[in-house]
């Protein structure tokens, strides 16, 4: 069975930080994109960020740029996201997924699958 | 503020047929493949639809997509009462440089 389990999380104070990791198992994470997307209730779904199958190559939201640290360990099947400076406004409900990079257009699709269950992040001052 | 523009709800009694709208522009839609997702509380979005209105696996044929230019619409036919959940659009945007998502439509099973 493929899927992806998730861990890290939690309540934390503005400005702290907080590492989710992201395990995938039956298949080879190292081959393929991995995305972080987060959802906010009442505000939808939000891509966060994106790391290359290599990871040679990152990419992070607008809204966290700077403050975000996407990373994978491919002898573990993992996929991690480090967030600092946490605000208020971080709080959602953070999925990891797989990613597909479309090679002969140079851009990533838009289908992720499978998805973590998801993990909350509480941000309180 | 989403780009990709959804109605926030929708609703249908069991057995109808309804229809979710995801309106957006020349560097979205109009230029590369929708994908649909479907959010249960508790869970991660399952991918429902992608590429060229292909179904992911496991999704029943009640469920179609389809586009023209820049409007993609997600149809549910014989609609169930576990069909009640919130439907996302999605897809590569230009300007973001990203996967760009709608605004998300609940659906309601009257």
């Known amino acids: 069975e493929v899927y992806l389990l998730q861990s890290g999380g939690g309540s934390v104070q503005t400005g702290e930080s907080l590492r989710l990791s992201c395990v995938a198992s039956?298949?080879?994470?190292?081959?393929?994109?991995g995305a972080w997307v987060r959802h906010i209730p009442g505000k939808g779904l939000e891509w966060v960020a994106t790391?290359?199958?290599?990871?040679?190559?990152?990419y992070y939201a607008p809204s966290m740029e700077g403050r975000l640290t996407v990373s994978r360990d491919k002898s573990k099947n993992t996929l991690y996201l480090e967030m600092s400076s946490l605000r208020a406004e971080d709080t959602a409900i953070y999925f990891c997924?797989?990613?597909?990079?479309?090679?002969?257009?140079?851009?990533?699709?838009?289908?992720?699958?499978?998805w973590g269950q998801g993990a909350q992040v509480t941000v309180s001052s | 503020q989403s780009v990709l523009t959804q109605p926030p709800s929708v609703s249908g009694a069991p057995g109808q047929r309804v229809s979710i709208s995801c309106s957006g522009d020349s560097y979205n839609i109009g230029s590369h493949t929708v994908a649909w997702y479907q959010l249960l509380p508790g869970t991660g979005p399952k991918l429902l639809m992608y590429s060229y209105n292909q179904r992911s696996f496991g999704v029943p044929d009640r469920f179609s997509g389809s586009k023209s230019g820049t409007l993609a619409s997600l149809a549910i036919s014989g609609l169930q009462s576990e069909d009640e959940a919130t439907y996302y659009c999605a897809a590569w945007d230009d300007n973001l440089g990203a996967v760009r998502f709608g605004g998300g439509t609940k659906l309601t099973v009257l």
């Open positions: 039956g298949f080879n994470f190292g081959s393929f994109a």
């Open positions: 790391i290359s199958g290599s990871g040679g190559s990152t």
């Open positions: 997924a797989k990613s597909t990079y479309n090679l002969w257009n140079g851009y990533y699709e838009s289908w992720l699958d499978p």
